[in-house]
């Protein structure tokens, strides 16, 4: 069956994972399998997918990469990484904790100011 092996790299499984906000969140997970294993990526329940910008999911056949551009504080939960072919399945929780404040500058409105703004 396949394995998600979150120990190699001295993490015990359900870790927590802290980025800064405005950072990039990059969670590289070495898995095995045979045949390869498809991977899904899940938060609250919700299968994640590459629909939303800042996201990309990459898929190598040692490990796996789940990368969030710019993490804000809604990107924080816990996220389940599944590794499934006919031979069986395995899933591991990662928790990832966005401490900081990401601040933008934006135009204000009908001026010729730029204002601090947070997501």
Request: charged share 25%; proline share 8%; aromatic share 6%.
């Amino acid at each position: 069956p396949p394995k998600i092996h979150l120990d190699c790299f001295g993490r015990i499984p359900d870790a927590t994972i802290i980025v800064v906000a405005g950072n990039k969140l990059r969670l590289d997970v070495p898995i095995t399998g045979d045949p390869d294993p498809t991977v899904i990526w899940t938060k609250a329940d919700q299968v994640i997918t590459e629909l939303d910008g800042r996201v990309y999911i990459e898929k190598h056949p040692d490990h796996c990469v789940f990368i969030v551009e710019g993490a804000e504080r809604c990107d924080q939960g816990v996220y389940t990484v599944l590794v499934k072919n006919p031979a069986g399945e395995d899933r591991a929780d990662i928790t990832v904790k966005v401490v900081g404040e990401y601040m933008r500058f934006e135009p204000e409105p009908g001026g010729s100011h730029w204002m601090m703004s947070s997501s």
